[in-house]
């Protein structure tokens, strides 16, 4: 017997086909998850045979057909008339009395009688085709909130099996193969959580711009959840460690981002009649309070993401393959919880072939004249198309690049010809990222000003190869090389790779790599904060002007020391995160003093230096009473690292080490910070700390590594390797100190290079040092990745691991292996 109405704890996974996607997912999670602890609101569905018993029992499937016969669904003007024929006449035509009346009743029987007398809901869209690994209809229906009354459901569900021919609905079907009435829809009618008075946001179980698998990432704004879909504000954003929620660290959230939430959607009761009168929201500012603050407390963070997980690993074990999911939540302000209110497997990464690592590279140097949050990571060139309005999408030319203030569903038809997408408005799970993503082309969201300082015509380009999404003008020169992934060899030799900024490290972590050799952290200060430490510890002192743009930067937090640990923490935290349990070696910061100078407020605490390259630098710095402060948040940031958030695989390096006198005072001020090294526990425990790590992930002490790239570092090299746990050369500051060339001078760089050999007789002399003492000998320098020749040379003399910028990964791995390859066929001869 066909049922038409279904409770949601009747329905699950497999029931896709008579209640669809989403709806068998809400069912699946309330009865198999509940009693995991995950909290989903309970409703009932209308489900597909009531769909079809709708349609035949008043010719609606014939209107439908008939309308649809010969569609091109690339004349958007003839696509637009019949969709909306068809939607009006399912609008216009009532429900058999018996639908009708079943609809009513389950209302009363399933929500009133648990949730009150006119208790609002939700009704939702759910095809079934829709939600499904492979296929993504999500987004392509739409959803009526707050609605209140037995009738005034019946009318919201009937509206929703309308939205099954919007537009965008109709070409996406059409564009991938799918029978218009072969596939139906279910309307889920779910217990609406009170998030207008609170907030709401979606959450991924996987990285959605790389893929990488052992994170969660949150967004989140005030209000309903429709504001982040559309594009409307840019949420906050929280990503949570998945293996730090597992062995229950402290602080498992490894990066907050602050978001830009100006206005939120909320209940509002309005006059009208039909669909008009049930959709009962409004867009309202945010107070200044709601602006500056997160919208989930750190522990609701860490909750929510330890669903996330749950839900994984359900889907996961039911589909027997890996199935990341695509997740909304919503709190109630009335009662303070939190719920998960949809729950579907993700598509595009699910789906994509992690051997295959295809590479943009630009050519050539342009400004931004623009950024934003990055989609993807390609460069596409092309003449831009500033659309303002839906209404003049016809005008689109296929390979154009679109430029509005946001989209949604109405624009796809358009988007799927784009080159590339530029929004003013929207973050990382707006509609333009998620669509963009699916197509497989790059876009930048959320740049505030693209519809201001873009025209129609100008030819631009938008990269998003980097940390962020840049736009800039003109067409900009690139490569694009595809590699293998499975025909590259894994040499003897360790090859780690340089991480520049913390935003791509999850990206490049799919480069066939041992760890991170040198992760900077004064690309991560400037980048993050761009503020001096000094500044921001002196707050009070600084001019009116300086103190506003500090404190507009440490929006989201009220203590100047904590906002600065937390965000380096944070971007140390993802490289860490992303390439474990493999090593990331983290190099505290190297300034000089014009470059600190820069950073917002350092003109106040710089001097000016003839050389700056051999100047106040590295650890002169850390001891000095005129910095010692800023140091000791550096050292707090990774202490944090390590010991609270369970990344003890980072290491922290410590660069331009003069003397040995030098960095014992720096394990000194370390130790005053809480982060206390190897050689600070021998020296007080008067014998060698037995390992780094202990069980449970907890540092017993800190291995801390120093760079080489003084000559003095292999002179006393052994004096050095006392104090150090091992070495990493820097091959660009040893081979200008060697040579007395001033890398920064054009005139004298091109006399010589670290070929030299002089260089050479160090670097052997060094390697040669630390493989006798057992200590870690690796290189970060730029040599091996400009000169493969370089890199051969230092395979010849053992070292332990090569460090490479990432765009040089393979090929130097290619020929470390034919190097090691001779070798043993050297030793064979012999």
Same mark, same amino acid.
């Given at each position: ?524 200060? *400037?980048? #993050? !904060?761009?503020?001096?430490? =000094?500044? %921001?510890? +002196?707050?009070?002192?600084?001019? &009116?002007?300086? /103190? ?88 707090? *940031?990774? #202490? !944090?690292?390590?010991?609270? =958030?369970? %990344?003890? +695989?980072?290491?922290?390096?410590? &660069?331009?080490? /003069? ?90 760089? #091109? ?80």
């Amino acid at each position: 017997m066909k049922k038409y109405i279904l409770k949601f704890e009747e329905v699950g996974i497999k029931d896709v086909g008579m209640v669809g996607g989403k709806n068998a997912s809400l069912g699946e999670m309330i009865r198999t998850l509940g009693a995991k602890g995950v909290p989903v609101p309970s409703g009932f569905t209308v489900t597909a045979d009531g769909y079809y018993y709708f349609l035949a029992s008043t010719g609606l499937d014939k209107f439908i057909k008939e309308t649809l016969k010969g569609l091109n669904t690339k004349n958007l003007k003839e696509l637009e008339r019949r969709g909306k024929l068809i939607r009006d006449k399912i609008v216009a035509t009532e429900f058999p009395k018996d639908l009708n009346d079943d609809i009513e009743n389950a209302y009363r029987n399933y929500i009133e009688k648990r949730y009150g007398k006119n208790a609002d809901v939700a009704v939702r869209s759910s095809a079934t085709a829709e939600d499904l690994p492979g296929a993504s209809f999500a987004g392509e229906q739409e959803s009526y909130l707050g609605i209140r009354g037995a009738k005034e459901v019946a009318v919201a569900v009937r509206a929703t099996m309308a939205s099954l021919f919007t537009d965008r609905a109709i070409s996406y079907r059409a564009d991938r193969g799918f029978d218009h009435l072969k596939i139906a829809l279910s309307a889920g009618v779910q217990k609406m959580v009170r998030s207008d008075k609170a907030c709401s946001g979606v959450m991924f179980s996987v990285d959605t711009e790389s893929g990488f698998k052992d994170i969660v990432i949150i967004n989140g704004s005030w209000g309903l959840g429709e504001m982040i879909v559309k594009g409307e504000v840019t949420p906050d954003e929280f990503i949570v460690w998945k293996n730090g929620l597992k062995t229950k660290t402290k602080k498992p959230i490894i990066e907050k981002k602050l978001g830009v939430k100006l206005r939120k959607m909320i209940y509002h009761h309005q006059a009208g009649n039909g669909v008009a009168s049930i959709q009962q929201t409004k867009i309202v500012p945010t107070s200044t309070r709601e602006r500056d603050t997160f919208v989930l407390s750190d522990k609701e963070v860490a909750q929510l993401a330890t669903w996330g997980t749950i839900i994984e690993k359900h889907y996961t074990d039911h589909y027997k393959k890996w199935t990341p999911m695509d997740m909304e939540w919503a709190k109630d302000g009335e009662t303070g919880e939190i719920f998960i209110v949809q729950a579907r497997p993700e598509t595009i990464q699910a789906g994509r072939d992690f051997s295959k690592l295809k590479e943009y590279t630009p050519l050539e140097t342009k400004t931004p004249v623009l950024t934003g949050a990055s989609v993807g990571s390609k460069i596409a060139t092309g003449k831009a198309h500033v659309i303002m309005d839906a209404k003049h999408i016809n005008d689109f030319k296929r390979g154009e690049i679109l430029v509005t203030t946001m989209t949604d569903p109405d624009w796809e038809p358009i988007m799927k010809m784009a080159a590339a997408i530029v929004t003013d408005k929207g973050g990382r799970t707006s509609h333009a990222a998620i669509v963009s993503r699916e197509l497989g082309i790059p876009a930048v969201v959320g740049t505030e000003r693209a519809t201001k300082l873009i025209k129609t015509g100008d030819i631009i380009t938008v990269d998003t190869t980097g940390s962020g999404g840049n736009i800039s003008r003109g067409a900009m020169k690139f490569k694009v090389v595809e590699h293998d992934l499975k025909k590259v060899p894994k040499p003897k030799t360790k090859v780690m790779v340089n991480v520049a900024v913390a935003d791509s490290a999850f990206e490049v972590s799919f480069l066939p790599n041992r760890g991170v050799g040198l992760a900077r952290e004064e690309f991560i200060i *400037a980048s #993050k !904060m761009g503020l001096h430490p =000094m500044a %921001l510890l +002196n707050l009070k002192d600084q001019t &009116p002007a300086v /103190r506003a743009a500090i404190e507009a930067k440490m929006r989201g937090w009220t203590d100047p020391k904590q906002y600065y640990i937390d965000n380096l923490a944070f971007g140390i935290a993802k490289i860490g995160a992303a390439f474990w349990p493999n090593h990331v070696i983290v190099r505290f910061s190297d300034f000089k003093t014009n470059e600190y100078r820069t950073l917002l407020g350092g003109e106040a605490y710089e001097p000016r230096e003839e050389n700056p390259m051999i100047g106040w630098r590295g650890a002169s710095r850390y001891y000095d009473p005129k910095f010692k402060p800023a140091f000791m948040m550096e050292a707090a *940031a990774l #202490k !944090m690292v390590r010991e609270d =958030m369970g %990344l003890t +695989n980072v290491i922290p390096m410590v &660069p331009f080490c /003069r003397t040995v006198d030098e960095g014992i005072k720096v394990q000194e001020t370390m130790a005053e910070a809480g982060l206390v090294t190897n050689y600070m526990a021998t020296r007080k425990a008067g014998k060698l700390a037995k390992g780094s790590i202990m069980k449970r992930g907890v540092p017993a002490a800190t291995p801390i590594y120093v760079m080489c790239e003084i000559p003095s570092n292999v002179l006393l090299a052994d004096k050095f390797l006392d104090i150090f746990d091992g070495m990493s050369i820097g091959s660009n500051d040893l081979t200008q100190l060697t040579l007395g060339l001033d890398r920064d001078s054009g005139i004298v760089t #091109k006399i010589a290079n670290e070929n030299n050999e002089a260089v050479k007789i160090l670097i052997g002399d060094v390697i040669k040092k630390a493989r006798a003492r057992k200590k870690y000998i690796g290189i970060c320098g730029q040599a091996p990745s400009d000169y493969p020749d370089f890199a051969q040379f230092l395979v010849t003399r053992g070292i332990e691991s090569i460090s490479l910028n990432p765009d040089t990964v393979v090929p130097t791995t290619i020929a470390i292996a034919k190097e090691e390859a001779k070798m043993k066929g050297k030793r064979r001869g012999k």
